[in-house]
């Protein structure tokens, strides 16, 4: 079932991001809209495009979850190989996904400790170097 799924999900996943796709839901709607005076823009009529519209919504939010969900473990897989592959990275941050909201703010903060020391900041400042562009980091 779980291998059906999947199949599934990533069939959906790959057409509904196509321009071809786009392009036959935008028909639909011209269609449907160009019937509005034939059905006297009746109920019944409104309601045709409401419910396919509310299903293909309802069953898209979970084809999309399962997408991103897949992508997340996978980037983060490789994301833990190369930790592991490099000498000098810490294996401490293998896994940090799954640790909580606290246990990371702990270890961004100490980042950022270690790379203001690094770059000889006492205050905490972490200013771009080598002609990085300067990104703001939040504070709580």
Do not use: Y
């Not at 069953?59 to 997408?67: A, D, E, S, Y």
């Not at 000098?88 to 270690?114: H, Y």
């Amino acid at each position: 079932m779980e291998q059906l799924f999947e199949k599934t999900a990533n069939a959906i996943a790959r057409s509904m991001g196509r321009p071809a796709t786009f392009i036959i839901c935008c028909a639909l709607v011209a269609v449907w809209a160009a019937t509005g005076p034939l059905f006297h823009f009746s109920d019944t009529w409104q309601l045709v495009i409401n419910t396919g519209t509310t299903i293909v919504t309802f069953l898209m939010v979970f084809l999309i979850q399962n997408t991103q969900n897949r992508e997340g473990e996978a980037l983060q897989t490789k994301l833990d190989e190369l930790i592991r592959a490099l000498e000098t990275a810490e294996n401490r941050f293998i896994g940090l996904e799954r640790r909580s909201e606290r246990e990371i703010e702990a270890l961004r903060k100490e980042e950022e400790a270690a790379a203001a020391a690094a770059a000889g900041h006492d205050d905490g400042d972490l200013s771009p170097t080598r002609g990085a562009a300067s990104t703001p980091v939040a504070t709580r």
